[in-house]
């Protein structure tokens, strides 16, 4: 029901900054609570950063605090994760997921990727020193 297409991935110097852009499409995104997870070689995918429905409460991993900012346009049905200040560990593929599960009525978004039930094919990030 949902199609999800990431963008914006790329080679970028260490401090530089980076804007990922994930398209839904199907069915409208405000329906889901998002996130993002990263995937390194040879790493388990590994949470990133989430964003409730509304775009009223969001949970960011703290390796990426200060420096990443996830938002969402429901009208474009696009969710946005901008990257600041980024490094060489920073490297991996960046997957766009849809929430099809909660764990509870008070969790806002999940950080958990088996609570997410939709995924984009993810968007290469590479930080050169």
């Known amino acids: 029901q949902v199609h999800l297409v990431e963008s914006g991935g790329g080679l970028v110097q260490a401090g530089g900054s980076l804007r990922l852009s994930c398209v839904a499409s199907g069915r409208t995104l405000s329906a889901y609570a998002m996130g993002w997870f990263r995937q390194a070689p040879g790493k388990e995918r590994e949470f990133v950063a989430a964003?409730?429905?509304?775009?009223?409460?969001?949970h960011v991993a703290e390796f990426a605090k200060g420096r990443f900012t996830i938002s969402r346009d429901n009208a474009e049905n696009t969710v946005y994760l901008q990257m600041n200040s980024l490094k060489p560990e920073d490297t991996a593929v960046y997957y766009c997921g849809a929430q099809t599960f909660s764990p509870g009525y008070y969790i806002p978004a999940s950080t958990a990727s088996r609570d997410y039930g939709y995924w984009g094919q993810g968007t290469q990030v590479t930080v050169s020193s």
């Open positions: 964003i409730s429905r509304s775009g009223t409460s969001t």
